[in-house]
């Protein structure tokens, strides 16, 4: 991944302190403890002496919401909402039955497969407009 245009190079190991995983991912580690409060999925493991060690799929993740935040402009409860829709998978229901959720359509008509995701950046996106509208 790279971000600002450059290449972070992960060292290849298992586990992390915070120090090295603010180094690698160009992140404060206030930050790194905060993102750890708003992302579940955010989770290192606690060392016997009780510092944080981050494995590697924490440093990808740290790596990835850094991404939605910084580059793409997502906001903390956004990002939140992409990872989680992310790690359930594009078909998986609230049933659990596997099928994709249909939404009702005008007409009659069978609507298309739209993601929950890409709704709620839809009404996010058009309740921007609104405001922006409104302030006129």
Do not use: C
Not at 16 to 45: A, C, H, N
């Amino acid at each position: 991944m790279s971000t600002n245009g450059h290449q972070e190079i992960v060292p290849d190991k298992n586990l992390y302190r915070i120090g090295e995983v603010s180094r690698i991912t160009d992140t404060k580690p206030f930050v790194l403890r905060y993102w750890e409060t708003e992302f579940p999925m955010l989770q290192p493991v606690k060392s016997p002496s009780g510092h944080r060690l981050y494995r590697r799929k924490d440093v990808d993740t740290v790596l990835l919401i850094k991404r939605l935040l910084y580059d793409e402009g997502f906001t903390i409860a956004g990002a939140r909402r992409h990872l989680r829709d992310a790690s359930e998978g594009p078909t998986e229901s609230a049933s659990g039955s596997g099928e994709p959720r249909r939404i009702p359509a005008a007409g009659g008509e069978p609507p298309a497969n739209i993601s929950r995701k890409v709704l709620l950046d839809l009404r996010d996106s058009l309740r921007a407009l609104l405001t922006l509208l409104e302030t006129e």
